[in-house]
C-alpha cells in the first residue's frame, strides 16, 4: 500500500475526489480535512483557505496518475516516509525547523522595534534639518556664477531697515563656516519697481491676508489692512449683532488664541481648520463687536432679554381681552411710560409684526 500526502484549495476538493475517482475507477482511497487557518498562495500572495488530503493506491500506474491529478488541480505534494519511526523522526525535525523560525523572527521583530523606537525619537530633529538643507540648496539654486565659476552672485529686494542685519547674519556664516573669503553686500540702484513689503505679526497678519485676497497694494501705497482691523469686524457685528452667537465666537477664538504654541506645534493638515486658526484675531475681534452689537440689539439667540423692564405695558386691557384678540394695537399716549429702555431695544418690538430689527 502506497500513498501521497499534500495540500489543496478547499473549493477544488469535490472536483478533485470526483476525478480521482473516475481516474482510478475507484481503486483510490481519499482522506481530507480542512485547515482551519488561512495560508499564503505562494504564487499571487493572497491569503486563502486550504485542506491537507492523503490518498492510497497500490502500483506505479496508479501512482503516475494521481500525481498527474495533483499536478492539474495544483496542489502541492509533501514527501511522507512509509515507516512510523521515520515519519516521528521527520514531525520531530519539522517542529524543531519552527521553533528556530519563531526565534528568528521574534528576534528580528524585537530587533526592528528598538530599532523604530531610536529612530522615532531624532525623526523630527532630521525633518527639521533635511527641511532646511533643501530650503538652502533651493535658495543657493537662484544664485548665478561669475565669470570665474569660483563664486555665487545674488540679486535680491530687502528692505533697507533689514540690510545691516543680513550683514551680520552674512558674516556670523561666515565665521561658523570657516571660511577665508568674506561676502560682499551691495546696495544697487534699480529703475525696477520694487515689490511691496508689509511687516506683519501674529495679530495683522490674518487681516493682511484678507486685504490681499482682494488685491496687494503697489509700492509705497497706503496699506489699508491696519483701518481693515477695526473697520471689518464691525461692520460684520452691525450686521450679524447677536449677544449669544458672539459670546461663542468669542470662547472659541480665545481658545486658540491662548493655545496657540501647543497648534502650530501640532501642523494639522487640514484645510479647513488651517483658515479658521490663521483668522484666529479676526474671529476674536468679530465676536467681540458681535455681543457688544448683540447688547446693542437686544439679542440673545434671536431672543429678547427683558432686564430692565418694558417701557410699554398693556394695562387698559383686561387679560381675558387680550387672550381672545389676536393682534392688538397700543396707544403711545396711554400705553408708552414716556421713558427710553436704558440700554438698546426694547424687548417689545420682539412681539410686534414689524420686522424692526431683522430688515
Known amino acids: 500500500m502506497r500513498f501521497v500526502a499534500g495540500v489543496i484549495l478547499r473549493e477544488r476538493i469535490p472536483a478533485f475526489e470526483r476525478l480521482l475517482w473516475r481516474a482510478c475507477r475507484g481503486n483510490v482511497f481519499l482522506r481530507q480535512a480542512e ?20 490518498i492510497f493506491f497500490q502500483g506505479d500506474q496508479l501512482k503516475t496518475r494521481v500525481k498527474k491529478i495533483c499536478e492539474g488541480f495544483r496542489a502541492t505534494l509533501y514527501p511522507c516516509p512509509e515507516t512510523p519511526n521515520d515519519r516521528r523522526e521527520m514531525a520531530v525535525g519539522v517542529m524543531t525547523r519552527i521553533e528556530d523560525l519563531n526565534t528568528v523572527l521574534s528576534q528580528t521583530q524585537d530587533h526592528r522595534h528598538r530599532v523604530l523606537v531610536a529612530a522615532a525619537k531624532n525623526i523630527k ?11 538652502i540648496y533651493h535658495t543657493l539654486n537662484l544664485f548665478n556664477l561669475d565669470v570665474t565659476q569660483k563664486c555665487l552672485i545674488a540679486e535680491c529686494w ?34 525696477e519697481t ?10 495683522t497678519r490674518g487681516f493682511q491676508n484678507l486685504v490681499d485676497a482682494y488685491g496687494v497694494a503697489n ?41 496657540e504654541k501647543p497648534l502650530i506645534a501640532k501642523k494639522s493638515n487640514s484645510e479647513i481648520w488651517n483658515i479658521f486658526f490663521g483668522g484666529r484675531y479676526i474671529i476674536l475681534l468679530m465676536g467681540f463687536f458681535s455681543m457688544y452689537t448683540g447688547f446693542i440689539y437686544n439679542d440673545f439667540f434671536s431672543k429678547s432679554l427683558n432686564i430692565f423692564g418694558s417701557q410699554w405695558s ?5 387679560l381675558f381681552y387680550l387672550l381672545k ?19 438698546g ?15
Open 325 to 343: 384678540q389676536r393682534e392688538v394695537m397700543l396707544d403711545p399716549k396711554d400705553m408708552y411710560a414716556g421713558n427710553p429702555y436704558p440700554i
Open 194 to 203: 520694487p515689490p511691496t513689503y508689509f511687516r506683519l505679526s501674529k495679530f
Open 314 to 318: 398693556a394695562r387698559n386691557y383686561e
Open 158 to 191: 530687502v528692505p533697507v531697515q533689514d540690510l545691516e542685519a543680513i550683514h551680520l547674519s552674512l558674516r556670523r556664516g561666515t565665521e561658523r563656516s570657516g571660511s577665508s573669503v568674506p561676502p560682499i553686500l551691495n546696495r544697487m540702484e534699480s529703475r
Open 345 to 359: 431695544i426694547d424687548p417689545i418690538w420682539q412681539t410686534t409684526l414689524l420686522c424692526f430689527t431683522d430688515c
Open 35 to 54: 485547515i482551519d487557518n488561512t495560508l499564503e498562495d505562494p504564487a499571487t500572495s493572497d491569503q486563502v483557505y486550504k485542506s491537507v488530503f492523503i
Open 125 to 135: 530633529i532630521w525633518f527639521t534639518k533635511v527641511r532646511k538643507i533643501k530650503a
Open 219 to 259: 509700492y509705497r501705497e497706503i496699506n489699508p489692512a491696519p483701518y481693515a482691523i477695526i473697520t471689518f469686524p464691525f461692520l460684520f457685528a452691525v450686521m450679524f449683532g447677536d449677544f449669544g452667537h458672539g459670546l461663542l465666537m468669542t470662547l472659541f477664538s480665545g481658545w486658540m488664541v491662548l493655545n
